[in-house]
């Protein structure tokens, strides 16, 4: 089932045309990652269907409704989960307090003035973190871990209001080259396992094609390949933007 | 209004414009490359003036203006290189502080110096004289006035693009630790910069003595109003702060042409509410870099232990027990250090857990103790009554102010809430029909249940530790952690459903309430209001509270409003120059204890 669909999405800054008519969809379930040489307008592509960028033309739907004119947190309360490329957590906050945080807004319960926080969600943000492999360490300060665990931290947050859809904008960025694959292991399979899409841009192509159920490739804000990770290894204009004419 | 009084309004307009562009000119360049508000730009201004008009007697009009300015532009460099410098790496928050101490300890020396009448200068030779304009007189030395801004500007401008020096200064201001990095000499460029500010403050000041007499009122309206220049220019664009300087300037002249003088500052107000709606950084500013590595992180909110809580209920029984052992001034004393308490820590609900950092929350105490004392005087309502409904002013004039406030972040914030402060303070100090102006309202006194000393103190006592605990408690429900999450991370708070601006709204009122309730006790147990409740020396008293008691803590404000009243108490009874000597204490407070004292204390004795 398409989740998400993007259909001719155009922007520009100034005179440059950072994105043009680009059109792409991800399937529940599935992991699809978008990549492409620096300034391929990967980053823009990314902020169009999050919500923090509004296109010049082209329409963005999830499960079919338009998310035009949306802001980030109208977009989260429709199921959508994100990370970011540097890690955005709550530093004053334990580990569990900043789960119970994205609880707490996605029961509605923001507007509570007397009602103890500590005390809700604990279960549930529990085992949110045991599905990221943060139980033990629930009771730190966030301001504490180390970059890897912060952004196991993020993805639990991100999965807190049970999103059909994750965006994770290079997910594995700024660790070291083993927690790399792990991370993205286990991102795959807790999207594979409760049939989130996932849309991930990243750098690093051993995890794209390690990860990756299907792979849009962008150069010069187009859309030059789509298909699986063989398909994308195979196609000359790939081959041409990563490697040079001559390759 | 005939066409001809049109032009000598905008003709008028126009001269007053040159000096707020040079104060506004300073400001903006000092905090491009310093990343410091000067809070006493305003008050450097003011020296211009006093030393001009001294100087002025003794050799003469055009040879004191050069020099006056050179004497404020030498004791920027004294105050940046003694006093500043020192703090580059301390947060915003007490970098303000410390310029705002200045603010004290300057008026105090210009008070001793000068004495309190404010004093006319001499007149401009050469240009003593009026000219003919379209059938009216016109000063001449406008006419100097208004030839000699845009000089200014021209020669600011060539400084700041044809010089070696001036690319310095504008690399820093795009980027400072860049700058750092390739290897600019830091240390004299920041004394080198401040020196210039100070300088254009003290030509501004020197420059408005021919128009009018220097006095010890200047320094916060100049100050403010160099605000309203620099937001609505935009921070660090000296092209903007002309701009807004014309504009400002243009917007007073013809008020006050009109005959509608009152209503000058609630026209500043709203040209400045439009610019900020429409452009959140100014008309000519961007939106600020982000700070890197701003200060050091808070420790998570931990449930108070059982012991604490003891401790607080003891604190509680213990001055419940105060009027059977003690009468007279205890009383009064602890009725005030009660009330600022509620005062403090309602400022730091929004400027600790929410991040708000609020230069102008005694406008909500004022106008609570307003919205009381005219309840009262005016609409003839029983005191109880009043001072139940009171409040409601503080926290309808925050509901009013933050709508605008919390759409801005870090310094463009606090200079807004300061204009806020200011311009609530103008009305109630120019409203001589509803507000008694000047002199305030008197006759506020509580029912006759109320009357007696214990009895106030104990309906004190109650309200205040009731609102204290409220507060506290909102801090460790769903909506204080949800403040505090988008304090941390705007963009993560965003991205998990939270509305931040919703947020901050709601705080900023609830605070304002409080601070309005602490206002309606203070008025009732004065027996009188004057616009001193909600000036802007009320706001620091709370800021300096707040971060005398540390930030980083709940309870930090209870102490520093206990130990601040205390000492204001004891200081101001004994001493002439008490500002002065608050000053001093602040400055030595912030080059001492950073964290404050309760952060000092935790850190000092921390396990």
Redesign the interface.
Same mark, same amino acid.
């Given at each position: 089932m398409t989740v998400l669909a993007a259909r001719n999405l155009s922007k520009s800054f100034g005179g440059v045309q950072a994105v043009r008519g680009v059109s792409l969809s991800v399937a529940s379930g599935e992991l699809l990652a978008l990549i492409g040489p620096n300034g391929a307008g990967k980053t823009t592509c990314f902020n169009l269907l999050n919500g923090q960028l509004a296109p010049d033309a082209g329409e963005i739907e999830f499960e079919g409704r338009s998310l035009r004119g949306l802001?980030?947190? =109208?977009i989260?309360?429709l199921g959508v989960g994100?990370t970011?490329q540097v890690t +955005?957590?709550?530093?004053?906050?334990?580990v569990r =307090?900043n789960v119970?945080?994205?609880l707490?807004?996605?029961h509605r319960?923001?507007?509570?003035?007397? +009602?103890? +926080? +500590?005390q809700?969600h604990v279960a549930a943000a529990d085992a949110l973190l045991e599905r990221v492999g943060m139980r033990e360490q629930a009771g730190r300060?966030c301001?504490v871990l180390a970059y890897g665990d912060l952004k196991r931290v993020e993805l639990a947050?991100a999965l807190?209001?049970q999103p059909r859809l994750l965006l994770m904008d290079e997910p594995t960025a700024g660790m070291a080259p083993g927690e790399r694959g792990e991370l993205m292991q286990l991102a795959a399979d807790l999207a594979r396992g409760s049939g989130i899409a996932v849309l991930f841009t990243e750098h690093d192509m051993d995890v794209v094609f390690a990860h990756a159920d299907r792979i849009v490739v962008l150069s010069d804000g187009e859309l030059i390949a789509q298909g699986s990770p063989q398909e994308v290894r195979a196609n000359a204009a790939v081959r041409a933007v990563y490697l040079g004419s001559h390759a | 209004m005939t066409y001809s009084s049109i032009l000598i309004q905008f003709l008028n307009g126009l001269a007053s414009a040159s000096s707020l562009f040079l104060v506004a000119a300073g400001l903006s360049l000092i905090f491009g490359v310093t990343r410091i508000v000067n809070f006493a730009h305003g008050s450097l201004y003011m020296l211009g003036m006093y030393v001009a008009v001294w100087l002025g007697e003794r050799i003469g009009f055009w040879w004191s203006v050069p020099i006056a300015a050179l004497a404020v532009g030498a004791f920027g460099a004294l105050v940046e290189s003694a006093l500043l410098r020192r703090l580059y790496a301390a947060p915003e928050l007490l970098q303000l502080l410390a310029t705002f101490a200045l603010v004290l300890v300057v008026k105090d020396f210009a008070l001793w110096a000068w004495g309190p009448e404010d004093i006319l200068g001499p007149r401009a030779p050469g240009f003593t004289g009026a000219v003919t304009i379209a059938g009216l007189q016109f000063p001449e030395y406008d006419l100097f006035l208004i030839g000699f801004g845009p000089l200014v500007l021209g020669a600011l401008w060539l400084l700041l693009t044809r010089t070696r020096w001036g690319t310095l200064v504008r690399a820093a201001t795009q980027d400072r630790e860049m700058a750092s990095a390739l290897g600019v000499n830091q240390k004299w460029l920041f004394t080198g910069v401040f020196a210039l500010g100070a300088f254009l403050a003290g030509l501004g000041g020197a420059l408005q003595i021919p128009r009018e007499p220097a006095t010890l009122l200047i320094d916060l309206s100049v100050v403010s109003d160099a605000f309203v220049v620099v937001v609505v220019g935009g921070l660090g664009s000296i092209g903007g702060a002309f701009v807004a300087a014309f504009l400002i300037a243009e917007i007073k002249a013809f008020c006050i042409g009109l005959g509608l003088s009152q209503f000058t500052l609630v026209v500043e107000f709203v040209v400045m509410a439009v610019v900020l709606v429409i452009r959140p950084w100014g008309l000519f500013g961007r939106m600020p870099a982000l700070a890197r590595g701003a200060g050091a992180v808070e420790p998570p909110l931990v449930a108070p232990s059982p012991a604490a809580l003891k401790a607080l209920a003891a604190l509680l029984a213990a001055l419940a027990l105060v009027p059977v052992v003690s009468g007279g001034y205890t009383l009064v004393l602890l009725t005030d250090i009660l009330v600022f308490a509620l005062f403090a820590v309602s400022l730091h609900f929004i400027m600790g857990p929410a991040g708000l950092h609020s230069f102008g929350h005694a406008a909500y105490f004022g106008l609570g103790a307003y919205g009381a004392g005219l309840l009262l005087l005016r609409a003839g309502a029983p005191m109880e009554l009043a001072l139940l409904l009171g409040p409601l002013a503080g926290g309808l004039g925050a509901l009013v102010f933050g709508w605008f406030c919390v759409r801005l972040s870090g310094v463009y914030l606090a200079m807004l809430t300061l204009a806020f402060a200011q311009i609530a303070w103008s009305v109630v100090f120019q409203w001589d029909a509803f507000t008694g102006g000047s002199n305030g309202l008197v006759g506020i006194w509580p029912a006759s249940w109320l009357a007696s000393k214990a009895a106030y103190y104990y309906i004190t006592l109650l309200t205040c530790a009731g609102g204290i605990a409220l507060l506290w408690r909102m801090l460790y429900a769903p909506f204080g952690y949800a403040l505090r999450a988008a304090r941390d991370s705007p963009l993560r708070a965003d991205a998990i459903g939270l509305d931040v601006r919703a947020l901050q709204w709601a705080a900023f009122t609830l605070a304002g309430l409080a601070a309005g309730m602490a206002g309606a006790l203070y008025a009732f147990s004065k027996g009188s209001i004057s616009p001193e409740s909600l000036s802007v020396p009320r706001s620091v008293d709370g800021l300096v509270m707040v971060l005398l008691g540390g930030i980083q803590t709940l309870t930090g404000p209870l102490w520093g409003a206990a130990l601040f009243t205390w000492m204001q108490d004891a200081v101001a009874r004994g001493i002439d120059y008490w500002r002065a000597v608050i000053g001093a204490v602040i400055l030595v407070l912030v080059l001492a204890f950073p964290q404050g004292l309760t952060g000092f204390l935790r850190q000092r004795f921390a396990p």
């Open positions: 802001a980030p947190r =109208e989260w309360r994100r970011f +955005a957590t709550f530093g004053s906050m334990t =307090e119970q945080m994205a707490l807004s996605h319960q923001l507007s509570s003035l007397f +009602a103890r +926080a +500590a809700r300060p301001a947050v807190a209001n | -």
